[in-house]
Protein backbone atom coordinates (compact mmCIF):
# COMPACT_ATOMS: atom_id res chain seq x y z
CA UNK A 1 0.00 0.00 0.00
CA UNK A 2 1.32 3.44 -0.39
CA UNK A 3 2.51 4.77 2.88
CA UNK A 4 0.75 7.51 4.13
CA UNK A 5 3.35 10.33 4.81
CA UNK A 6 2.87 13.90 6.80
CA UNK A 7 4.70 16.16 4.28
CA UNK A 8 3.04 19.69 6.35
CA UNK A 9 1.77 20.79 9.71
CA UNK A 10 -1.72 22.19 7.89
CA UNK A 11 -2.01 18.57 6.36
CA UNK A 12 -1.67 16.99 10.18
CA UNK A 13 -4.39 19.87 11.09
CA UNK A 14 -6.63 18.47 8.21
CA UNK A 15 -6.45 15.03 9.28
CA UNK A 16 -7.57 15.89 13.08
CA UNK A 17 -10.14 18.57 11.95
CA UNK A 18 -11.64 15.46 10.29
CA UNK A 19 -10.65 12.54 12.47
CA UNK A 20 -12.38 14.48 15.62
CA UNK A 21 -15.30 16.52 16.20
CA UNK A 22 -13.77 19.00 19.02
CA UNK A 23 -16.90 20.51 21.32
CA UNK A 24 -15.45 22.40 24.41
CA UNK A 25 -16.74 21.13 27.26
CA UNK A 26 -16.75 21.64 30.84
CA UNK A 27 -18.49 19.50 34.47
CA UNK A 28 -16.80 16.31 32.75
CA UNK A 29 -17.82 14.02 35.80
CA UNK A 30 -21.58 14.31 34.04
CA UNK A 31 -19.86 13.33 30.70
CA UNK A 32 -21.14 10.54 29.14
CA UNK A 33 -24.71 10.55 30.19
CA UNK A 34 -27.79 10.23 28.42
CA UNK A 35 -29.65 13.65 28.57
CA UNK A 36 -33.09 12.08 28.31
CA UNK A 37 -32.48 9.41 30.88
CA UNK A 38 -29.74 10.19 32.45
CA UNK A 39 -28.30 7.30 32.57
CA UNK A 40 -24.26 6.35 31.00
CA UNK A 41 -23.85 5.35 27.89
CA UNK A 42 -21.44 2.47 26.94
CA UNK A 43 -20.03 1.97 23.85
CA UNK A 44 -17.85 -0.84 22.66
CA UNK A 45 -16.17 -1.11 19.44
CA UNK A 46 -15.25 -4.42 17.77
CA UNK A 47 -14.70 -7.48 19.59
CA UNK A 48 -13.27 -10.27 16.98
CA UNK A 49 -12.86 -14.11 18.17
CA UNK A 50 -9.37 -14.79 19.18
CA UNK A 51 -8.07 -18.45 18.24
CA UNK A 52 -6.31 -19.39 21.02
CA UNK A 53 -4.98 -22.37 19.47
CA UNK A 54 -2.99 -20.13 18.05
CA UNK A 55 -1.51 -18.00 20.80
CA UNK A 56 1.82 -18.86 21.39
CA UNK A 57 3.06 -19.58 25.29
CA UNK A 58 5.72 -16.45 24.84
CA UNK A 59 2.82 -14.35 23.77
CA UNK A 60 1.29 -14.18 27.41
CA UNK A 61 2.15 -13.97 31.34
CA UNK A 62 2.21 -17.48 33.04
CA UNK A 63 -0.16 -17.80 36.29
CA UNK A 64 -2.48 -15.46 36.10
CA UNK A 65 -5.67 -14.59 33.63
CA UNK A 66 -8.29 -12.06 33.82
CA UNK A 67 -12.16 -12.75 33.69
CA UNK A 68 -15.36 -10.96 33.68
CA UNK A 69 -18.40 -11.96 35.82
CA UNK A 70 -21.61 -11.70 33.90
CA UNK A 71 -23.84 -9.00 35.91
CA UNK A 72 -26.43 -11.02 37.03
CA UNK A 73 -23.64 -12.80 39.36
CA UNK A 74 -21.75 -9.61 40.04
CA UNK A 75 -22.00 -10.45 44.21
CA UNK A 76 -20.81 -13.57 43.29
CA UNK A 77 -16.75 -12.09 44.17
CA UNK A 78 -16.32 -9.27 46.88
CA UNK A 79 -14.36 -6.69 45.58
CA UNK A 80 -11.37 -7.28 47.73
CA UNK A 81 -8.47 -9.56 47.05
CA UNK A 82 -9.60 -13.23 47.81
CA UNK A 83 -6.39 -15.33 48.65
CA UNK A 84 -5.78 -19.00 49.15
CA UNK A 85 -6.52 -20.95 53.02
CA UNK A 86 -5.48 -23.89 54.25
CA UNK A 87 -7.28 -25.74 51.30
CA UNK A 88 -4.14 -24.32 48.84
CA UNK A 89 -6.50 -22.82 46.84
CA UNK A 90 -9.55 -20.05 47.14
CA UNK A 91 -12.87 -21.89 48.32
CA UNK A 92 -15.29 -19.35 47.02
CA UNK A 93 -18.51 -21.55 48.17
CA UNK A 94 -19.47 -22.10 44.24
CA UNK A 95 -18.94 -25.61 43.21
CA UNK A 96 -18.22 -24.88 40.07
CA UNK A 97 -15.67 -22.20 40.59
CA UNK A 98 -13.89 -24.31 43.62
CA UNK A 99 -13.41 -27.09 41.49
CA UNK A 100 -11.88 -25.10 38.97
CA UNK A 101 -9.98 -23.12 41.63
CA UNK A 102 -8.39 -26.53 42.83
CA UNK A 103 -7.35 -27.73 39.56
CA UNK A 104 -5.43 -24.77 38.72
CA UNK A 105 -4.23 -23.89 42.16
CA UNK A 106 -5.65 -20.52 41.92
CA UNK A 107 -4.18 -18.62 45.21
CA UNK A 108 -5.95 -15.11 44.55
CA UNK A 109 -9.12 -13.21 43.04
CA UNK A 110 -8.15 -9.33 42.52
CA UNK A 111 -10.51 -6.82 41.74
CA UNK A 112 -8.91 -5.44 38.21
CA UNK A 113 -9.97 -2.26 38.72
CA UNK A 114 -10.64 -1.58 42.39
CA UNK A 115 -7.35 -0.21 43.19
CA UNK A 116 -8.56 3.22 41.40
CA UNK A 117 -10.38 4.24 44.57
CA UNK A 118 -7.07 4.00 46.38
CA UNK A 119 -4.77 6.03 44.15
CA UNK A 120 -7.00 9.08 43.65
CA UNK A 121 -9.92 10.52 45.67
CA UNK A 122 -11.61 11.96 42.72
CA UNK A 123 -12.36 8.66 41.26
CA UNK A 124 -15.61 7.51 44.24
CA UNK A 125 -17.39 10.61 42.17
CA UNK A 126 -17.09 8.09 39.25
CA UNK A 127 -17.81 4.93 40.70
CA UNK A 128 -21.23 4.89 39.07
CA UNK A 129 -19.84 5.63 35.73
CA UNK A 130 -17.33 2.91 36.04
CA UNK A 131 -20.19 0.33 37.75
CA UNK A 132 -22.17 1.24 34.10
CA UNK A 133 -19.20 0.43 32.41
CA UNK A 134 -18.79 -3.06 34.27
CA UNK A 135 -14.88 -2.27 35.82
CA UNK A 136 -16.49 -3.59 38.80
CA UNK A 137 -16.82 -7.22 36.95
CA UNK A 138 -13.27 -7.25 36.42
CA UNK A 139 -10.62 -9.79 38.49
CA UNK A 140 -7.57 -10.97 37.97
CA UNK A 141 -6.88 -14.82 39.29
CA UNK A 142 -3.26 -15.87 39.97
CA UNK A 143 -2.85 -19.27 39.29
CA UNK A 144 -0.23 -22.25 39.76
CA UNK A 145 2.57 -20.77 37.42
CA UNK A 146 3.04 -23.91 35.82
CA UNK A 147 -0.82 -24.42 35.71
CA UNK A 148 -1.96 -24.24 31.24
CA UNK A 149 -3.09 -20.66 31.46
CA UNK A 150 -5.29 -21.49 28.03
CA UNK A 151 -6.99 -24.98 29.65
CA UNK A 152 -7.49 -21.77 32.40
CA UNK A 153 -9.02 -19.48 30.02
CA UNK A 154 -11.31 -22.16 28.58
CA UNK A 155 -12.96 -23.26 31.82
CA UNK A 156 -13.56 -20.52 33.46
CA UNK A 157 -15.24 -19.17 30.23
CA UNK A 158 -17.27 -22.04 29.98
CA UNK A 159 -19.30 -20.68 33.45
CA UNK A 160 -22.67 -18.83 32.92
CA UNK A 161 -21.17 -16.68 35.66
CA UNK A 162 -18.46 -15.66 33.69
CA UNK A 163 -19.00 -13.48 30.87
CA UNK A 164 -15.11 -13.37 29.67
CA UNK A 165 -11.87 -14.97 30.29
CA UNK A 166 -8.72 -14.09 28.80
CA UNK A 167 -5.03 -14.58 29.26
CA UNK A 168 -2.89 -11.19 30.14
CA UNK A 169 -0.84 -10.67 27.08
CA UNK A 170 2.44 -9.09 27.41
CA UNK A 171 2.89 -5.98 25.88
CA UNK A 172 6.56 -4.08 24.51
CA UNK A 173 7.61 -0.79 23.87
CA UNK A 174 7.62 0.19 20.23
CA UNK A 175 11.23 1.39 20.20
CA UNK A 176 14.37 -0.48 18.22
CA UNK A 177 16.96 0.14 20.51
CA UNK A 178 18.74 2.47 22.96
CA UNK A 179 21.53 5.04 21.19
CA UNK A 180 23.91 7.41 23.30
CA UNK A 181 23.07 10.72 24.44
CA UNK A 182 24.84 13.75 23.48
CA UNK A 183 27.25 14.52 26.44
CA UNK A 184 25.84 17.36 27.94
CA UNK A 185 22.32 19.57 27.15
CA UNK A 186 23.43 22.46 25.06
CA UNK A 187 22.20 26.34 26.26
CA UNK A 188 22.18 29.58 24.45
CA UNK A 189 21.25 33.05 25.53
CA UNK A 190 20.75 33.81 21.71
CA UNK A 191 17.89 34.70 20.42
CA UNK A 192 15.86 33.41 17.22
CA UNK A 193 16.88 34.01 13.99
CA UNK A 194 14.10 33.43 11.72
CA UNK A 195 11.36 35.47 9.98
CA UNK A 196 8.66 32.59 10.83
CA UNK A 197 8.50 32.48 14.75
CA UNK A 198 11.19 29.71 15.54
CA UNK A 199 11.99 29.14 19.49
CA UNK A 200 15.53 29.58 20.35
CA UNK A 201 16.17 26.00 21.89
CA UNK A 202 19.47 25.40 20.85
CA UNK A 203 19.03 21.53 18.90
CA UNK A 204 15.93 22.86 17.27
CA UNK A 205 17.83 22.95 13.88
CA UNK A 206 19.04 18.90 14.84
CA UNK A 207 15.48 18.17 14.74
CA UNK A 208 15.28 17.56 10.76
CA UNK A 209 11.28 16.07 12.04
CA UNK A 210 9.98 19.25 12.80
CA UNK A 211 12.24 21.51 10.05
CA UNK A 212 13.98 19.16 7.28
CA UNK A 213 16.62 21.25 5.63
CA UNK A 214 18.30 18.07 4.37
CA UNK A 215 20.47 17.63 7.42
CA UNK A 216 22.18 13.83 7.52
CA UNK A 217 21.12 13.43 3.69
CA UNK A 218 17.36 14.14 4.17
CA UNK A 219 14.71 15.45 2.08
CA UNK A 220 14.26 19.02 2.75
CA UNK A 221 10.42 19.24 3.27
CA UNK A 222 10.23 15.78 4.79
CA UNK A 223 9.10 17.21 8.09
CA UNK A 224 5.99 18.01 9.56
CA UNK A 225 6.49 21.16 8.51
CA UNK A 226 6.37 22.50 12.38
CA UNK A 227 7.37 26.43 11.90
CA UNK A 228 3.89 26.81 9.94
CA UNK A 229 1.66 24.74 12.51
CA UNK A 230 3.51 27.56 15.17
CA UNK A 231 2.36 30.63 13.19
CA UNK A 232 -1.04 29.19 14.26
CA UNK A 233 -0.80 27.74 17.48
CA UNK A 234 1.91 26.78 19.81
CA UNK A 235 0.18 24.39 23.03
CA UNK A 236 -2.61 25.23 25.91
CA UNK A 237 -2.25 24.14 29.16
CA UNK A 238 -5.46 23.53 29.48
CA UNK A 239 -5.05 20.66 26.92
CA UNK A 240 -3.29 17.36 29.22
CA UNK A 241 -1.70 14.59 27.19
CA UNK A 242 -1.66 11.56 28.72
CA UNK A 243 1.95 9.40 28.15
CA UNK A 244 0.98 6.19 29.18
CA UNK A 245 4.67 4.59 28.86
CA UNK A 246 7.64 4.55 31.49
CA UNK A 247 8.46 7.33 33.58
CA UNK A 248 8.45 10.96 32.54
CA UNK A 249 11.71 12.84 34.04
CA UNK A 250 9.64 15.69 35.78
CA UNK A 251 12.24 17.50 37.29
CA UNK A 252 14.09 17.48 33.51
CA UNK A 253 14.86 21.23 33.09
CA UNK A 254 13.14 21.25 29.59
CA UNK A 255 10.00 18.92 30.74
CA UNK A 256 9.52 20.34 34.09
CA UNK A 257 7.41 23.53 33.33
CA UNK A 258 4.79 21.52 30.95
CA UNK A 259 4.17 19.04 33.51
CA UNK A 260 0.58 18.37 35.07
CA UNK A 261 0.32 19.97 37.89
CA UNK A 262 -0.57 16.35 39.93
CA UNK A 263 2.62 14.62 37.95
CA UNK A 264 0.80 11.28 37.48
CA UNK A 265 0.94 7.79 38.78
CA UNK A 266 3.04 4.60 38.95
CA UNK A 267 0.51 1.87 38.01
CA UNK A 268 3.42 -0.59 37.24
CA UNK A 269 4.57 -0.18 41.53
CA UNK A 270 1.44 0.86 42.48
CA UNK A 271 2.79 4.26 44.00
CA UNK A 272 2.37 7.98 43.05
CA UNK A 273 6.54 7.88 43.11
CA UNK A 274 7.52 8.40 39.23
CA UNK A 275 10.63 6.62 38.42
CA UNK A 276 11.63 8.35 35.72
CA UNK A 277 12.89 6.46 32.47
CA UNK A 278 14.60 7.29 28.70
CA UNK A 279 11.69 6.11 26.68
CA UNK A 280 9.18 8.13 28.33
CA UNK A 281 10.66 11.09 29.13
CA UNK A 282 11.98 10.85 25.19
CA UNK A 283 8.43 10.76 24.18
CA UNK A 284 6.79 13.10 26.56
CA UNK A 285 9.65 15.57 25.02
CA UNK A 286 8.40 15.19 21.86
CA UNK A 287 4.85 16.44 22.33
CA UNK A 288 5.82 19.05 25.18
CA UNK A 289 9.14 20.19 25.59
CA UNK A 290 9.51 23.82 26.69
CA UNK A 291 9.56 25.88 23.96
CA UNK A 292 11.88 29.34 23.43
CA UNK A 293 13.73 28.68 26.94
CA UNK A 294 16.91 29.01 25.38
CA UNK A 295 17.58 25.00 26.44
CA UNK A 296 17.72 21.90 23.98
CA UNK A 297 15.08 20.96 22.41
CA UNK A 298 11.72 21.91 20.91
CA UNK A 299 8.04 19.95 21.50
CA UNK A 300 5.40 20.22 18.98
CA UNK A 301 3.15 21.45 21.43
CA UNK A 302 5.81 23.01 24.36
CA UNK A 303 4.09 26.70 24.02
CA UNK A 304 5.89 29.45 24.07
CA UNK A 305 7.91 29.76 26.46
CA UNK A 306 5.37 31.71 28.51
CA UNK A 307 4.01 28.83 30.60
CA UNK A 308 1.55 28.09 27.93
CA UNK A 309 2.60 24.21 26.84
CA UNK A 310 0.21 21.27 26.69
CA UNK A 311 0.39 19.61 29.85
CA UNK A 312 1.91 16.21 30.29
CA UNK A 313 0.41 13.07 32.89
CA UNK A 314 3.11 10.78 33.45
CA UNK A 315 1.10 7.27 33.64
CA UNK A 316 3.98 4.76 34.72
CA UNK A 317 2.97 1.28 33.30
CA UNK A 318 6.56 -0.24 32.31
CA UNK A 319 9.93 -0.23 34.24
CA UNK A 320 12.77 -1.15 32.12
CA UNK A 321 12.43 -3.60 29.48
CA UNK A 322 9.94 -5.40 31.66
CA UNK A 323 6.72 -6.26 29.83
CA UNK A 324 4.59 -3.97 31.89
CA UNK A 325 1.33 -3.36 34.32
CA UNK A 326 -1.86 -1.55 34.90
CA UNK A 327 -2.41 -0.75 31.62
CA UNK A 328 -6.09 -0.54 31.68
CA UNK A 329 -6.39 1.35 35.42
CA UNK A 330 -4.18 4.06 33.13
CA UNK A 331 -6.76 4.98 30.92
CA UNK A 332 -9.23 5.41 33.55
CA UNK A 333 -7.38 7.21 35.58
CA UNK A 334 -6.44 9.41 32.65
CA UNK A 335 -10.17 9.70 31.79
CA UNK A 336 -11.44 10.87 35.48
CA UNK A 337 -8.03 13.00 35.73
CA UNK A 338 -9.08 15.35 32.52
CA UNK A 339 -6.51 14.10 30.30
CA UNK A 340 -7.52 14.44 26.31
CA UNK A 341 -5.24 12.72 24.29
CA UNK A 342 -4.01 9.01 25.45
CA UNK A 343 -0.38 8.60 23.80
CA UNK A 344 1.05 5.18 23.45
CA UNK A 345 4.00 4.00 22.21
CA UNK A 346 3.88 0.42 22.68
CA UNK A 347 1.98 -2.69 21.79
CA UNK A 348 1.00 -6.37 22.20
CA UNK A 349 4.25 -8.27 20.80
CA UNK A 350 2.13 -10.53 18.49
CA UNK A 351 -0.59 -10.10 15.91
CA UNK A 352 -4.08 -11.24 16.49
CA UNK A 353 -4.73 -10.75 19.82
CA UNK A 354 -6.01 -8.59 22.36
CA UNK A 355 -7.60 -8.39 25.80
CA UNK A 356 -10.82 -7.12 26.21
CA UNK A 357 -10.28 -5.45 29.77
CA UNK A 358 -8.44 -3.34 27.64
CA UNK A 359 -10.07 -2.42 25.23
CA UNK A 360 -13.02 -1.38 27.38
CA UNK A 361 -10.56 0.96 29.19
CA UNK A 362 -9.35 2.58 25.74
CA UNK A 363 -13.28 2.80 24.52
CA UNK A 364 -13.83 4.19 28.34
CA UNK A 365 -11.12 6.91 27.58
CA UNK A 366 -12.31 7.70 23.91
CA UNK A 367 -15.82 8.42 25.51
CA UNK A 368 -15.21 10.25 28.56
CA UNK A 369 -11.77 11.68 28.04
CA UNK A 370 -11.08 15.23 27.37
CA UNK A 371 -11.32 17.12 30.61
CA UNK A 372 -12.33 20.57 29.88
CA UNK A 373 -10.46 21.21 26.65
CA UNK A 374 -12.57 18.33 24.60
CA UNK A 375 -15.97 16.04 24.81
CA UNK A 376 -14.67 13.08 24.32
CA UNK A 377 -10.42 11.83 24.23
CA UNK A 378 -8.03 10.23 21.59
CA UNK A 379 -6.28 7.03 22.09
CA UNK A 380 -2.86 7.11 19.94
CA UNK A 381 -0.81 3.80 19.24
CA UNK A 382 2.59 3.65 17.51
CA UNK A 383 2.14 0.79 14.89
CA UNK A 384 4.96 -1.37 15.55
CA UNK A 385 8.14 -2.33 14.89
CA UNK A 386 8.01 -6.04 13.28
CA UNK A 387 7.88 -4.55 9.48
CA UNK A 388 4.91 -6.58 9.38
CA UNK A 389 0.82 -5.58 7.67
CA UNK A 390 -0.49 -8.02 10.18
CA UNK A 391 -2.96 -6.91 12.89
CA UNK A 392 -1.02 -5.52 15.57
CA UNK A 393 -3.16 -4.40 18.78
CA UNK A 394 -4.04 -2.20 19.82
CA UNK A 395 -3.30 -0.16 17.01
CA UNK A 396 -5.08 -2.26 15.06
CA UNK A 397 -8.39 -1.61 17.27
CA UNK A 398 -10.78 0.83 14.97
CA UNK A 399 -10.89 2.73 18.66
CA UNK A 400 -7.67 3.93 18.24
CA UNK A 401 -5.61 6.16 15.98
CA UNK A 402 -2.35 3.93 14.31
CA UNK A 403 0.88 6.04 13.40
CA UNK A 404 3.68 4.20 11.11
CA UNK A 405 7.17 5.48 10.99
CA UNK A 406 8.93 7.44 8.22
CA UNK A 407 12.50 8.62 7.96
CA UNK A 408 14.36 11.68 7.03
CA UNK A 409 13.33 11.08 3.26
CA UNK A 410 9.36 10.59 3.67
CA UNK A 411 9.85 6.92 3.27
CA UNK A 412 8.81 4.08 5.30
CA UNK A 413 11.18 3.33 8.15
CA UNK A 414 12.81 0.22 7.45
CA UNK A 415 11.08 -1.24 10.69
CA UNK A 416 7.57 0.36 10.29
CA UNK A 417 4.65 -1.72 10.41
CA UNK A 418 2.04 -1.03 7.56
CA UNK A 419 -0.95 -2.10 5.99
CA UNK A 420 -4.61 -0.18 5.40
CA UNK A 421 -5.28 -0.47 9.02
CA UNK A 422 -2.48 2.35 10.17
CA UNK A 423 -4.69 5.39 9.83
CA UNK A 424 -1.24 7.80 9.54
CA UNK A 425 2.98 8.06 9.58
CA UNK A 426 4.91 10.51 10.76
CA UNK A 427 8.50 10.84 12.00
CA UNK A 428 9.98 7.63 13.62
CA UNK A 429 13.74 8.19 12.36
CA UNK A 430 16.30 5.63 11.67
CA UNK A 431 19.46 5.39 13.58
CA UNK A 432 20.95 2.75 12.23
CA UNK A 433 23.02 3.94 9.59
CA UNK A 434 23.62 7.50 11.31
CA UNK A 435 23.05 8.60 14.75
CA UNK A 436 21.40 11.91 13.90
CA UNK A 437 19.05 10.75 11.55
CA UNK A 438 16.99 9.48 14.22
CA UNK A 439 14.48 11.60 16.33
CA UNK A 440 16.21 13.91 19.20
CA UNK A 441 14.13 14.90 22.06
CA UNK A 442 14.77 14.89 26.00
CA UNK A 443 16.00 11.79 28.35
CA UNK A 444 16.46 11.38 31.98
CA UNK A 445 19.19 13.73 33.89
CA UNK A 446 18.69 16.72 31.53
CA UNK A 447 20.42 14.89 28.24
CA UNK A 448 19.12 14.23 24.94
CA UNK A 449 19.43 11.67 22.88
CA UNK A 450 18.32 10.06 19.47
CA UNK A 451 16.15 7.08 19.45
CA UNK A 452 14.04 5.36 16.39
CA UNK A 453 10.67 3.87 15.92
CA UNK A 454 7.41 4.12 15.80
CA UNK A 455 7.34 4.90 19.66
CA UNK A 456 9.06 7.73 18.36
CA UNK A 457 6.81 8.70 15.80
CA UNK A 458 3.42 8.42 17.88
CA UNK A 459 3.84 11.20 19.55
CA UNK A 460 4.76 13.39 16.82
CA UNK A 461 1.13 12.59 16.11
CA UNK A 462 0.11 13.30 19.53
CA UNK A 463 1.80 16.73 20.04
CA UNK A 464 0.01 17.82 16.56
CA UNK A 465 -3.36 16.74 17.74
CA UNK A 466 -2.55 18.67 20.96
CA UNK A 467 -1.98 21.93 18.88
CA UNK A 468 -4.95 21.14 17.31
CA UNK A 469 -7.26 21.02 20.41
CA UNK A 470 -5.12 24.03 21.96
CA UNK A 471 -6.39 25.99 18.88
CA UNK A 472 -10.02 24.86 19.42
Known sequence: MKNKVLTTGFQLIFFFIFFITINLSAQFQDRGKDPKTGKYIVVRGER??????????????PGRINIKLNREFENLLPVTKLSAGSDGYVVIGNSKLDRINQEFGVKSYKPLFEPLYDIYEKAEDFRERHKAWGLHLWFTVEIEIKSDVIAAVRQFANLKEIEIAEPEYKKALSVIETTPYLSTPIQTDNPKGTTDWTPNDPQF??????????????????????????????????????????????????IAANMWSEIGYNFYNNTPNITPLDH?????????????NAIGVSGIAGGSGNGDGVRLMSCQVFSSNTSGSGFELAFIYAADNGAAIAQNSWGYTNPNYYEQSLLDAIDYFNLNGGGNAMDGGISIFAAGNDNSSQNYYPGYYSGTLSVAGTNNQDKKSWYSNYGSWVKISAPGGETNTVLQRGVLSTTIGNQYGYLQGTSMACPHVSGVAALVISQA
Open 48 to 61: PPIDLDQVSQEAYE
Open 205 to 254: NDQWHYKNTGQQGGTPGADISLVDAWEIEKGNAQVIVAVIDGGIDYFHTD
Open 280 to 292: GTHVAGTISAVNN
